[in-house]
């Protein structure tokens, strides 16, 4: 009985009724939060002496950009837990934090450039922490065109996983070399202008929405991952009494 | 003969039965290359400047096309398939094979490097500086892109599908690679970066192959 609650996470069925309950639970408490901090964000925080209102970007692109980059470890883990165990389950997830990490990347780099515009004049430069996002982009887009092309769910899983592990092994590599470059070619006229000190009325409400966009993360994947074990298992019986009951 | 010195025979005999395989893409560096100026301008003090950078580029996209199907033929008539009941790692042969398209088709490429740098008026020593580099650094990009050719073989219509999911690992390659072109037309010590890159390539060359006979085993096993 000790290793139930491990074996557990093979079954689809376990999987897709806790996950409900989960999601329900993910779903109002990120709603909360991110509620609680956009408003006192946007509404409440000081302005900044330096950027006026524009900073208040930040309320939504710091958490996203943080996301962008949490979703890819969250797949590698996947991706070994797939590996080492053989969970189906782990694959679907990788699935599922694909797209929705490309999401996140693509919602960073908008956010950003639409920052960008009003504070460097510019939507878009050559910056090594914008480029290394670019390459990420990419990256979860790879993953994404690589499973479309497979038709079969269990082999396209395993040769996902294989390029995520490749990834995950190169994504520092050219994170250091991106950094470096941009370095070598422009001197350091532009930096992302972060605050080394922020007033606490500015970085609580932040830090509470950085909770929330993780939660709604997990609410996001949760649900994607419902919806793609009911494709996949629609064979089975539990599927078939799932869409008899409805 | 030893199975190493049957698959390097075996490779040769392909590239001696086509030839086209070796000569289309020198062909395409060639027309990309005469592309450049008519795009551009024929000032040659410009085309000096970003020319480096150009072949560089071009290089970069004629060894993608020609790796792109590096495993294919031998996916779909069985070879790799044996490979696996050869009393050798699977690895090792990714390693030989790999090899053998780099010296086959990587290495023409790099030899045609000089030619294409007269064309685009590079000086002499950056044009050396882009010969050495290339050397170091083709290693590691014919590696990564023959991962991509081996992640991409049980696509039904792959197209350049392994192409699209193989550039984005080539940035440190190609940073540290317009680093040293950067040094050697500034006239500074180029030997710092280039000692990285081939660690690079080294450490891709080592690595690489065993994520390929991964890739090649899950698909052959899920074709059957």
Redesign the interface.
Known sequence: MRWRWFHQWGSPRWFYERAGRWQLVCGWLSLGLIAVGTIWGLGFAPVDYQQGNSYRIIYLHVPVAFLAQAMYGAMAVSAVVLFVWKMKIADVAMQSIAIIGFAFTALALGSGAVWGKPTWGTYWVWDARLTSML?LA??Y??LI??RA????P???G??CG??I???V??LP??KY??E??NT?HQPASLKLTEKPTMPASMWIPLLINILGYYIVAAYLVLGSMRAILVERERRSSWVRELVKRV | MSIEKRILARELWLAAARPGDIVKPLWFLLLVVSMVPLALTPDSELLAEIGSAMIWIATLLALLLNSEHLFQSDFSDGILEQWLFFNRPLAWLVGLKLTAHWLLHVLPLILLSPVVALMLSVPGDVSIALFITMLVATPALTCFSGLGAALTLGSSRSGILGVLVMMPLFVPVVVLASGVLIRAMDGSETLPLLALLGAFSVASAVLVPIAVSLAIRVNIGGSN
């Open positions: 390459i990419f990256l887009l790879a065109g690589l092309s497979i038709r079969d269990d082999q396209a395993k040769v294989i390029l592990l490749v990834g092994v190169n590599i050219i070399s991106v470096w470059w070598l």
